[in-house]
């Protein structure tokens, strides 16, 4: 069987990390591109004179073409500029919205059957552009940004609780920014409900946190964002994808009509499998969290309007 074949468009902090990631659980071959001459094809020498202590084999291409990203089965997305102090996500959306009409330009020419996994921020409004602008089947694009603030939420309880995380089940919905949705009705430990081993003052305290999160790693690192977490998220659905995993994870997906929504990309459950985006999977929300969920989307739709505004202007 051939290997598959994964694109990195963007081969910065994240972009350099997921190559890593990919070769290391052997998910396929691998081509980062970027614009900046020699940093894709400085890292990809790098990452392969790693193969034979490591013991992978996958091969590994650094590029300025798009041309050698022809026959991707994926392509990951984190062109664009991260944050720095002081920066919100939204901040972003001009500069980061240019890049992204470019790359779709270059997804849909060289790799027009990839399963596209879209991280740059402002993520709400960059995966509704490629949509957009690729013109690819709902199921083939989907934004990663609940599975990193799941996995964040579930961090902070575990480190509060002295349990292990993988003992944390928990989903965060909604946009990636300040009114995420962390669905405390459904986050378990060990199978008992969170809101039985943590009081609400606590709860509400962790659940704010995890909604800054990503901006208390801008603040401490002052030059860029996180990016082993966001790498780790974005090579767990694209591992879902690649084996078939039919794994339920929380992901930026189009919604028609799914939680009374419709027409927008908004974090809710997906089933992944070698179908791309299969189902969305709807949960039992309390009214509370519905609402959150609600304004949420308000928000995702009020940034994909600015950014419209951004591209005529
Ligand atoms: O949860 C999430 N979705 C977010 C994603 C979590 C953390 C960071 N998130 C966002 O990912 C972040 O706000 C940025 O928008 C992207 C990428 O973050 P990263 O930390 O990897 O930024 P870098 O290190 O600056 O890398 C971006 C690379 C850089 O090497 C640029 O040269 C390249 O993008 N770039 C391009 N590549 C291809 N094509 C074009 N046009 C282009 N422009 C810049």
């Given at each position: 069987m051939p290997r598959a074949k994964i694109a990195l468009i963007g081969a910065g902090m994240i972009g350099g990390t997921l190559a890593h990631l990919a070769a290391l659980k052997h998910l396929g071959d691998v081509v980062l591109f970027d614009v900046i001459d020699g940093l894709p094809q400085g890292k990809a020498l790098d990452l392969l004179e790693a193969g034979p202590i490591e013991g992978y084999d996958v091969l590994i291409q650094g590029t300025?073409?798009?041309?050698?990203?022809?026959?991707?089965d994926v392509c990951i997305v984190t062109a664009g500029v991260p944050r720095k102090p002081?920066?919100?996500?939204?901040?972003?959306l001009g500069t980061n919205a240019k890049i992204i009409r470019a790359v779709a330009a270059g997804i849909r020419q060289h790799a027009p059957s990839a399963f596209v996994i879209v991280l740059t921020n402002p993520l709400d409004a960059m995966v509704t552009l490629l949509k957009r602008e690729t013109s690819f089947p709902k199921a083939r694009v989907v934004g990663m940004a609940g599975v990193l603030d799941s996995s964040r939420y579930r961090t902070f309880i575990a480190q509060e609780l002295k349990v292990s995380v993988t003992s944390v089940a928990a989903m965060v919905l909604g946009g990636?920014?300040?009114?995420?949705?962390?669905?405390r009705s459904a986050c378990t430990v060990g199978g008992v409900p969170v809101s039985r081993l943590l009081p609400g003052a606590k709860l509400d305290a962790i659940e704010a946190r995890t909604r800054q999160a990503g901006g208390e790693i801008v603040g401490l690192l002052k030059t860029g964002s996180a990016f082993y977490s966001p790498a780790a998220a974005a090579i767990q659905m694209a591992d879902a994808y690649l084996n078939d995993r039919k794994a339920v994870l929380p992901c930026a997906a189009y919604l028609e009509g799914e939680y009374g929504l419709r027409d927008l990309y908004l974090g809710v459950p997906v089933q992944i499998g070698a179908g791309g985006v299969e189902r969305v999977v709807e949960m039992e929300l309390t009214p509370a969290e519905r609402d959150a969920l609600f304004q949420s989307a308000g928000h995702v739709r009020e940034l994909v309007e600015a950014m419209d505004r951004v591209l005529k202007g």
């Amino acid at each position: 069987m051939p290997r598959a074949k994964i694109a990195l468009i963007g081969a910065g902090m994240i972009g350099g990390t997921l190559a890593h990631l990919a070769a290391l659980k052997h998910l396929g071959d691998v081509v980062l591109f970027d614009v900046i001459d020699g940093l894709p094809q400085g890292k990809a020498l790098d990452l392969l004179e790693a193969g034979p202590i490591e013991g992978y084999d996958v091969l590994i291409q650094g590029t300025g073409s798009y041309q050698d990203i022809v026959g991707a089965d994926v392509c990951i997305v984190t062109a664009g500029v991260p944050r720095k102090p002081g920066m919100s996500r939204d901040d972003l959306l001009g500069t980061n919205a240019k890049i992204i009409r470019a790359v779709a330009a270059g997804i849909r020419q060289h790799a027009p059957s990839a399963f596209v996994i879209v991280l740059t921020n402002p993520l709400d409004a960059m995966v509704t552009l490629l949509k957009r602008e690729t013109s690819f089947p709902k199921a083939r694009v989907v934004g990663m940004a609940g599975v990193l603030d799941s996995s964040r939420y579930r961090t902070f309880i575990a480190q509060e609780l002295k349990v292990s995380v993988t003992s944390v089940a928990a989903m965060v919905l909604g946009g990636h920014g300040d009114d995420m949705v962390p669905v405390r009705s459904a986050c378990t430990v060990g199978g008992v409900p969170v809101s039985r081993l943590l009081p609400g003052a606590k709860l509400d305290a962790i659940e704010a946190r995890t909604r800054q999160a990503g901006g208390e790693i801008v603040g401490l690192l002052k030059t860029g964002s996180a990016f082993y977490s966001p790498a780790a998220a974005a090579i767990q659905m694209a591992d879902a994808y690649l084996n078939d995993r039919k794994a339920v994870l929380p992901c930026a997906a189009y919604l028609e009509g799914e939680y009374g929504l419709r027409d927008l990309y908004l974090g809710v459950p997906v089933q992944i499998g070698a179908g791309g985006v299969e189902r969305v999977v709807e949960m039992e929300l309390t009214p509370a969290e519905r609402d959150a969920l609600f304004q949420s989307a308000g928000h995702v739709r009020e940034l994909v309007e600015a950014m419209d505004r951004v591209l005529k202007g």
